[in-house]
């Protein structure tokens, strides 16, 4: 089993910057792939970025450009870098971890408001 949670999240201006972490604990060595999705109000949930346990990086074309995701793998850690944030990115921001199951965390709230 493995487990996540996630922190970073908050309120930021138009323009601005966050970078979201999620952390990894449990049975990390069986990660295949973890990623972040994120769930605005009233909207399905939409796929932003994953990277792989050999570091290949894809990214939705919402994401390409101004979000980075990368992994730090001594610490157990995947980041969502986010920059330029616009009001529409203001959603729930979940990571997911792929192995033999499917794992996700509770998810940390984004706003983006002036």
């Known amino acids: 089993q493995v487990q996540l949670v996630e922190s970073g999240g908050g309120l930021v201006q138009p323009g601005g910057s966050l970078r979201l972490s999620c952390a990894a604990s449990?049975?990390?060595?069986?990660?295949?792939?973890m990623g972040w999705w994120r769930r605005a109000p009233g909207k399905e949930r939409e796929w932003i970025a994953d990277?792989?346990?050999?570091?290949?990086?894809n990214y939705a074309d919402s994401a390409k450009g101004r979000f980075t995701i990368s992994r730090d793998t001594f610490r157990n850690v995947v980041e969502l870098q986010m920059n330029n944030l616009k009001p529409e990115d203001t959603a729930v921001y979940y990571c997911?971890?792929?192995?033999?199951?499917?794992?996700w965390g509770r998810g940390t709230q984004v706003t983006v408001s002036s």
């Open positions: 449990g049975s990390i060595s069986s990660i295949a792939v």
């Open positions: 997911k971890a792929v192995y033999t199951q499917l794992t």
């Open positions: 990277i792989t346990n050999t570091g290949h990086t």
